[in-house]
C-alpha cells in the first residue's frame, strides 16, 4: 500500500481539482478514479481573500484527503505564507509546494523550492514538493525535510508524456525508498503506464481528466492504467531485446545457430 | 389577469418580466439599485455563442440556447448582431484549436486569407481559426435599456432605489436577485468573474472574438464607440472585491497577444462580478415560499435568461399553484 507521511493510500492517483466545465463533473471524476487525495490551489480561487467560501466546502465534501497547494507562488517566503493559510483553510499540515520560476514556462524555480521546503519542514508541515527530475534537487530536498519527492515528466499542463525517461529511472534507482510521484506533463492514460512500470509510486493529474471530452471516464480510464502499470512492474517486466524469441522451440534448427 | 413581484432588475428579471407582460400579465419590478441591470449582467460580455459554450458546458446549454438571438431579436429590435464568433489561438496552442473543434459543434475552419476577409484587423495573425457563423452578440446595457422600455411599454411597472417594496396582492414573487440569492437557495454558489474595456481605433472587429489558451482563455467582444470588453476570469469565490493585479495581467496581456494595438488601448473601465451557479453550472427555476426563482444563470445570462423566462412564465400560465414542489 502506497504510504505518503505515515498515511496509507489505497489509490495511486492524485487529482488535481481545477479547470474542471463544473463541480458536479469534478465531484464525478474523482468518484470514478478512485483518487484518493485532491491538490487544491489556494490562490487561484480564492483571488486574495481567504475564503473560498463555497468551492472548497465542495472540496471537502468530496470525502477524499485534500492536499492544498501553493500554485501560482513564485518565491520561498510566497509559498510558505500560502502554506501557511492552507493550513488554516484545510486543517492539514500536507502541502504540494510549487514555486514557479517562469510565468510561461511554469518551470520550478529549484533554489527557492529547497529554501521553502526547509522553512515549512521546520514549521511542521508535510511538503510534497513539485520539482524536476534533477538527483541533486531530489537530494538537497530530502535534506530539507521532505519525505515525497514529485518529478515532472513534462511541463505543466503540456499533456507530452515522459520526456526523460531515462532520467525518471535514475531518480527511481537513487532514491529507492521515497515514494515518487509523477506530477505534471502526463496526457494519455499510457504515459502513466508507462511511469508507474518505472516504479514510481503514483501520479498525480489535473488538465488530462479536467480537459477531457468526458473527464470522469478519463479519470476511470487513468485508474486502470496506473494499476495496470503498477502491477506490472511488481509481476517484473521483460527486458526488451533486438532477435525474435520463439516461445516454443524451432524443429530443425540447431539452438546456437 | 394575476400580478407578479419580480425582485431583481437584471437579465433574468427583465427577461422574466417582459415574457409575463407578453402573456397578459401585470408585472411590479424592484431592485435596491436606482438603475436596472447594475448586478453581474452590468459587466456580462453578451455573447450569444451557444455552439460555442458547450464546449465546457452541459448540452442543455446549447439546445437551449439556440432561441436566444432570435428572442433578444423580438424583444429588443436592432440589438442583436449576427456576425458569428471567430475562434482564434497562438501557434503554440494549436492544440487547443482542435482540441475546442473536437469538442463543439456548428464551425468551419478558416485559414489566413478566410480570416482577413471576416476580420481585417486580425489579417496575417493567425494561420487557422474556427468560425460559428450562427452565433451572434449584444451589448447588454443597451438590450437591457431596450428591455426595460419594452416592459414599461407594456405596462410593467419599476420600483428603484431602497425604499419600502410596493404592499399589493401578488399572486406571485419571482426572485432574481442572481448572488444575493445565494444565502437562501440550497446549491447556489458564487463565480467570480472579471473584465475590462479598453478603447482604441486602432483595432476594429465585427465579431467577438476567443482567444483559446491553456491557462487564461480570454475573450474580446466589440461594442460601439471604439470599445472593447476583454473578459472574462472564473474564480471559485463570491469576493466581490476590485479586480486583482494578476487577472488585470492576465486579461491584459492575452488582449495584447490577440492584437499588439491593444497595448496602446486605453483601460477605461474593469469591473467585477458574481455568477451565481449550482454545481453542474445550469440554472434552474426553483420553487420558493413565496413563488419562483430563477437561479443559477452562471456565465449564460444574456444567453439563458430568455429560455428560462419562458420556462418560470410558463409555469403561471399552467396554473401555478405553490404545493406542487416543482423544480425545473
Known sequence: MLKLYDTELS?????????YPSPAVLSEAVKRSGAGIVTVSLRRETSGSRTGGAFFELIRQLGVRILPNTAGCHSASEAVLTAKMAREVFGTNWIKLEVIGHHDSLQPDVFELVEAARILTNEGFDVFPYTTDDLIVGEKLLAAGCRVLMPWCAPIGSAAGPRNPS??????????DIPLIVDAGLGRPSHAAVVMELGYDAVLLNTAVASAGDPPAMGEAFAKAIDAGRLAYLAGMLEPREMAVPSTPVIGKAVFS | MSLFLVKGAGVAGLSVAYELLRRGEDVDIVDYQDTIGQGASFFAGGMLAPYCEREAAEDI????????ADWWDRAVPGAVVRNGTLVVAQPRDLADLTRFASRTNGHAWLGRNEIAD?????????DKALFFENEAHLDPRRALTGLAKAIRNLGGLFHLGWGPPPKKNYTAVLDCTGPAAIPHIPGLRGVRGEMLYLETGEVSLSRPVRMLHPRHPIYVVP????????????IETDDDGPISARSLMELLNAAYALHPAFGEARVVETGVGIRPAFDDNVPRVVETGEGLAIAGMHRHGFLLAPAMAKKAAGRFSNGFALQEGMTA
Request: net charge positive.
Open chain 2, 61 to 68: 446549454v446549447l439546445t437551449l440556447g439556440l432561441d436566444a
Open chain 2, 223 to 234: 461594442r460601439d464607440d471604439n470599445r472593447f470588453m476583454v473578459g472574462a476570469t472564473m
Open chain 1, 11 to 19: 489509490s495511486r492517483l492524485l487529482l488535481g481539482t481545477a479547470r
Open chain 1, 167 to 176: 532520467a525518471l529511472v535514475a531518480m527511481r534507482a537513487a532514491f529507492p
Open chain 2, 118 to 126: 471576416l476580420e481585417p484587423s486580425l489579417s496575417g495573425r493567425f
